[in-house]
Structure formats: C-alpha cells, structure tokens
DNA sequence: CTGAAAGCGCTAACAA
DNA sequence: TTGTTAGCGCTTTCAG
C-alpha cells in the first residue's frame, strides 16, 4: 500500500492533513532544535512517514545550494583498484545520506571538464577526484575548491596543489615490494612502468630505487598496452641475466610481459622474480592468453593497496567536512598490503 | 580565464550584461524556436559561453521535474560484467546530456528500495535498474514506472511485469554453450547453479537442457560462494564418469570447482570439460589459490555477454524515450559471444 | 518580436 | 509557540 511517488506529495500535503503550516512541518521533518507542540511533532512525523513523504531534493538544492550529492570522477571505473574503491565509497556514502554521480574522464582533460562542469552544475557538496592526464584540471580544480565545493584528491596527490588527498603510500609499497624481490635473490632488478609519468608513478620508482639498485638502462617505459609491453621486453627476455627480478608499476602490464616471457622461453618467477602493483587481470579462452599464463610456474606476490581504508577515509573527509567545515583532516597515505604465497 | 564557478552566475547576470530579458536569455539557450534578433541571439549566445554561463540544474529540475539524469541500480558494480555495462552505459548517457546516479543494492531489497526513494527524490529521469533478490521490489517499480520515470531493467528481465528490458539472451547463449560440450565429446553433463533462482539463471539451465541430457542428479545447486562450491563438488569429482562436462551458470563458480579439482586431481579441461558464463577471476598471489589454477591445463571456452551492445541498447532506449515519450522498443535479448579458444 | 510576472517546493527571516 | 511571506534560478504563460 506504500506509494512512494503518487503524484509528488510536498510539504503542505502533510500541513493541509495535519492542519498546521509548512514551516511546522520542515522544522519538524528537519528536526530543528524549534520548540513544537509534542503532539504535533508527532503527529506531523507520523503523517509523513503514513504518506511516504520525500522531499523535493531539487527544491532543496535551489534553496540550500547543497545537493546532498557526492561526485566521483575516475580514468576508467573498470580499471586497476577503481571497481572496488568506487563501490566502497558509494556503499559508505549513501549510508551517511549522500548520493553518488560517477563519472568516467577516460584519462582526458576535457572530458574530465565536462564532467566537472556538469557536477559544478548540480551543486554537489564534494567531490572525489582521480585526476586525468596526472592532474591537467588542476587550476579548474582549484577553482571549484574556491568556490566553495569540497575537492579530494583520490588515489592520485597532485603536489604544490593544497588539496586534500587520500593515496596510497606507493613510495614505501614499492620499496617493500623490491626489497622482497632482493630477499628473494634478485641481483638484476627491472623496472617496468608507463611511458606517461606522475607523481604516484614516480614515487613507485622511487621506492624501488630506495631498496635495490637500479641502473638506467633497466628502468624499462612504454604504453600500458599489452601489444607495446610485449614487444618492448622481448629484447630483454632474450638476454636475461641470472638471478633477474622485474618490478611491474602495475599488474596491468603483467599479460605483456607473459606473452613475452612465452616468446623467449622466460618461466615465472624461476627464471624471472616478478612482483607489481594491483590485482591482475587474466583472461582463461584463448589459447594464445593460455600459452602465455603458463609461463607463470608459481604464486607471484601483488602489492594490494588497501581500498577498503581508502575508501573509509574519503568518506569520512567528505561527509565529517561537510557538516563540520572547521573540521581539520591530514592527507593520507595509506599503507598497502604485500600478498605473499 | 575562465572561470567556471565564480559566484554562481545566472541567466539574470546574462541578461544584464546584454541589455535583455531572462526569457529572451533563456530562449536562445534553449534554442526555443521563438524568433529572436539575430544579432542579440549571437550575443547572448556569445556571452554565455563567455561567462562561462551554466544552468542551475537544481532551478531546471525544480521547475521541469526532469533532472537530466539516470539512477542505475546494480547489485555490486564490481560483480560479474556490471564493471564494464555500467562504464558503458554511463558514457553513453554522459554523452546524450545525462548524469548518471550509481547505486549497489547489495542484492538486497530494503537497500534498494531505499536506492530508489532517493532517486525519486531526486527526480531522474530514468532508472537502469538490475532488480535486486529477483525482482523483490517489482511492485515499487511498478508505481515509479507509473508516476512517469522511465524504467529499464537490465541484465534481468521479471516475467509478468510490463518493464522494457535488455538483457543477453541466456537460453540461446547456454544451448550453444552446452553444444559446444556434447561436440567436444561430453557424455556426461553437470550443470553448477546459484541455490537462489531467478529467471535469467533458469534460461541458462533450460538452454542447457536444450541441448543435452541433463540428469536431475548432475543439476548441483550451491550458494555462489568459493568454499561452497568448493565442498559442494567434492563428491562429484571423486567419481567423475570418463567423458565428462560441466556448465558454470557463471564464472564466478571456477575458482570453487578448481579448488575441488586440485584436491581430487581432476585436470580441466582434460578430465572434465568446462565452460560458463562471464569472465573468471583469477587471483595469483596465493599458492593455494596457484595450486588450483595449475589445474586449468588448457583454454577453457567463455560465454561472454555482449555488454558494448546491451549498453547500447539501454542507452538508447532510455534517451530517445525520454525525448520522444511515444517511441516504441521491443524488449531487447542481446545474442552472447562464445569466446573459444 | 519582447519583457514582466507567476510559480515549481522548500527554507528562513520575520510577524503575530 | 506558530503562521505568513519572500525568495532560491529557472521556465512559461500572457500582456505589451
């Protein structure tokens, strides 16, 4: 019997059947600390609920200015640790009465504009930011954060920019992640990262050149994509020396480098140490995807950043600064976890 | 210079600068087909993108009802092929002026019913929704649908309701599936299944049936969880006939049935033929977890949903409806890919 | 052709 | 303690 919509019941619906005015019924509903007549409280609350009533959020928005609406802007919500980060924030949001637009930018500065400008448009209280193309929009950025809009950096940190942030610590991730590659008897270390740098790239190398050596010539770059990773290891597979080990900026790259290992007759990790960042991805149906995963001979460890506690503390910055806007926060990084055998 | 945000300027500010009215600002914008000086209709015009003008989309959805935007209700956006449908999706309407509002249900019907209220509140436009527990909440659907927000269901289509729906063609994917089992040399077939049915799962066992024998003791029925599955086949393996197949009702099913393969030493797909339905997981930081994968011997086929063309599909369903209410569509079955090897 | 004015549902300042 | 009222920014009649 519940009818959640029937014609869009509003404020003076309630105050028409209860016979008191709107203002009663929004101090009510609002639970403003106005004092009211107890049985009219409660007769107000208890028609509201009778009816179904839900307020009108656009008209909230134009008075208030505030959307009660979080916008989440990622590269590509299918890719690396997104997934289960974005899920966690939306899950932990919606509890604490926001909702979520999520965008994608496709790693595009102005797609990421658009999107920006269309969540600027709604009024959403805060926004959580991945930033494209490792922060092009950070003045846009910045002018939205004047603006009055909460802007949190996710995952990314753009430095000399003084927004909030919560990332992983990927510098001390990836030290540990190298020094267990040495542990393990590596004495030639690769390097295997994205041709595009920035600073959260930049400190995964730089945490594997805290913990191992590390010459030039082994810091391999080039484009996240499995064809030009393929191709620009088989030279180094060929002539592999004993005892090498390759650290993978992230897992995306690791189908890459196992259909360059099937070339060169490399096995992982006997004959190669591997350890990388980020759950990786294998496909199980074509036998050139097979002949390659067999390649892998045992376990490899995965630095795991913790999603979980990421999304935990962009939450809770979000909605704690939101309400309490004197409320102060230090960036984060969180620790991430290494998955061993 | 510009400036996106700067003291939320409106249609006024724009009609002050240009020496109109707010309707005749709001006109051009909107290109109404009302005849306007040429020259003030390129000022405005010119102005607008010059102040970097851009509607309050709380006053628009205030005033319309409509709010440019689509509510999209999934179980868990990280499940399955939702990743990919809803990125799809959301690109597709982003791209057609909408916003799209992403809510997990946590296959829950109170989580969704309280999901959908809000974005009632919010007044979207349209709801892609995958009904949680089955359909649970098939009534409230009903009277969204009927206050006049258009409804889609995607990926499950609920029998007996008038929802439009796009979803993969289940039967026809699964009878291919199975065909494909009976030619590789399947004698004896199993089927593994979600214990919870709804009926995009039973098209999949039908189309099963279709094609083959399916004893009613090879129907095996378990919760969707790994240990679950992994106990549930145990018995099964022990005593695998020669010439033996099994269909996954998904992929989420394998790592389960690897665990039970390592522990009975069946090797697949030498002993057991395998396929099933969307893209496995594989993690492969565990040596437990290695182990069983080390019992994938060869390619195993994958029932991969079409979601570039379900996404489509959706898409455009939802944006040419909303503009043109009298459109017709036809429910949608969107033929899957078996992806072999 | 163009502009003034009403009002969407809600909140907050002000009267009573 | 309560009710009346004036907008929030926009669209849309309806006069001019």
Known sequence: MSSIDA?????????????????????????????????????????????????????????????????????DMTTLHYPELIRRLEVALFSNGYQTLICNSQDDGACEREHLAALCSRFVDGLAVVPAEGGINAPLLRRIANSGTLVLCVDIYLPKERFHYVTTDGRAAAREGALWLVNAGVKKLYYLGERRRHPVLDDRLGGVADAARLDPDAILLCPPVREHVHERLLPVLRRLPAGSGIFLESNRLLPGLLDAARDTGVTLP??????????????????KDFS???????P?????????TMADHAAEYLTVTLANPSARFVPVRVAAELCLP
Not at 28 to 35: A, G, M
Not at 46 to 70: D, E, G, M, V
Not at 292 to 298: A, E, I, K, N, P
Request: overall charge positive; aromatic content about 2%.
């Open 7 to 75: 014609g869009p019941l509003g404020l003076k619906d309630i105050a028409g059947k209860v016979g008191v005015s709107t203002t009663a019924v929004s101090n009510v509903l609002n639970n403003k600390p106005i004092r009211i007549g107890d049985a009219k409280r409660r007769l107000i609350l208890h028609t509201a609920r009778a009816l179904h009533y839900r307020p009108n959020l656009a008209a909230c928005s134009l008075k208030s200015k505030k959307a009660r609406a979080i916008g989440i802007v990622v590269p």
């Open 270 to 287: 006997g004959r190669l140490r591997v350890i990388g960042f980020d759950p990786p991805v294998l496909t199980i149906h074509r036998a």
């Open 292 to 298: 390659s995963w067999r390649m892998l001979t045992g």
């Open 300 to 308: 490899v460890p995965v630095i795991r950043q913790d999603v979980a």
